[in-house]
């Protein structure tokens, strides 16, 4: 009896698109803004469509959780709004706030 490693190995790519997606926010928030919004929305619709006509169901798994990932990245991308507003992280100088 043989060891299936798939699960592990998909625990270990959700963890890396996660944490990618971290600084990926922080980044698009600071150039873009909310406009960033609509590149994680696209981007999720487009991965989420993807993971419907994949057959291999841990390829299938692994677009819908970086679908998933863009869709909670619109959430953050208003937080991360948040936590410039408050001073946690810097302004981007050649942008305008509407705060």
């Keep these: 009896m043989g060891l299936y490693y798939s699960g592990i190995l998909l625990g270990v790519i959700v963890f890396v698109i996660i944490g990618v997606f971290h600084p990926l926010v922080i980044k698009a928030e600071y150039y ?48 991360q709004e948040k936590r410039v507003k408050k001073g946690l992280f810097p302004k981007n100088p050649k942008r305008k706030y509407k705060f």
């Design 32 to 79: 873009m803004g909310r406009k960033s919004c609509w590149l994680f929305f696209f981007t999720g619709l487009l991965t989420c469509g993807a993971s419907l006509f994949i057959q291999n169901l841990f390829v299938s798994a692994i677009f819908g959780v970086l679908g998933f990932t863009c869709f909670w990245s619109i959430k953050e991308v208003f937080d």
